[in-house]
T-cell receptor
Framework: GEDVEQSLFLSVREGDSSVINCTYTDSSSTYLYWYKQEPGAGLQLLTYIFSNMDMKQDQRLTVLLNKKDKHLSLRIADTQTGDSAIYFCAESMAGSNYQLIWGAGTKLIIKP | DGGITQSPKYLFRKEGQNVTLSCEQNLNHDAMYWYRQDPGQGLRLIYYSQIVNDFQKGDIAEGYSVSREKKESFPLTVTSAQKNPTAFYLC???????????FGPGTRLTVT
């Protein structure tokens, strides 16, 4: 079945770049999303990429998509303490009424 | 201000009682979703609705029920049949099709 995998934790120093990785299994994905969740809050859409794109940049965020390897990454440049959160990747697939398949989330820890 | 509201933020119930969680959106979205989130896990889909008066079971529908009498509202009832109801519940909505989902702030339900 469909599966989306992420590492559970990532620790980076303030000011460095963070790269959060995600792998998925279904090649029929249409859109792939990155969401951010701060403690005790709902999820906030950060960015998304259409499956026929390789890269998307939005200010400090860069999304890279490697369809051949089914690998998605989110790079956060100049990581700040406010970036501390859980980051979820999700894929949307046409064959399932566009339901989202979610990764377990990566907790980003910022070291001073 | 457009958005999704969930109430209450915290809810406490005794075992054996049914409880209803509220979700309202004013984004004019056709589709609405209920997810359950447990620590260290991704989001699991409970129920979703793509149109008024119609809804489908998600991956973990047992012990839950929903209704969709109005486009703006998608309440979730956690019944006494749900064996482990203590969790963080998230409601989301989207346009119909491969579009991003927008989330409410969540309701943390504790059953003792």
């Amino acid at each position: 079945g469909e599966d989306v995998e992420q590492s559970l934790f990532l620790s980076v120093r303030e000011g460095d770049s963070s790269v959060i990785n995600c792998t998925y299994t279904d090649s029929s994905s249409t859109y792939l999303y990155w969401y951010k969740q701060e403690p005790g809050a709902g999820l906030q859409l950060l960015t998304y990429i259409f499956s026929n794109m390789d890269m998307k940049q939005d200010q400090r965020l860069t999304v890279l998509l490697n369809k051949k390897d089914k690998h998605l990454s989110l790079r956060i440049a100049d990581t700040q303490t406010g970036d501390s959160a859980i980051y979820f990747c999700a894929e949307s697939m046409a064959g399932s009424n566009y339901q989202l398949i979610w990764g377990a989330g990566t907790k980003l820890i910022i070291k001073p | 201000d457009g958005g999704i509201t969930q109430s209450p933020k915290y809810l406490f119930r005794k075992e054996g009682q049914n409880v209803t969680l509220s979700c309202e959106q004013n984004l004019n979205h056709d589709a609405m979703y209920w997810y359950r989130q447990d620590p260290g896990q991704g989001l699991r889909l409970i129920y979703y609705s793509q149109i008024v008066n119609d809804f489908q079971k998600g991956d973990i529908a047992e012990g839950y029920s929903v209704s969709r009498e109005k486009k703006e509202s998608f309440p979730l009832t956690v019944t006494s049949a749900q064996k482990n109801p203590t969790a963080f519940y998230l409601c989301a909505s989207s346009l119909a099709g491969p579009y991003e989902q927008y989330f409410g702030p969540g309701t943390r339900l504790t059953v003792t």
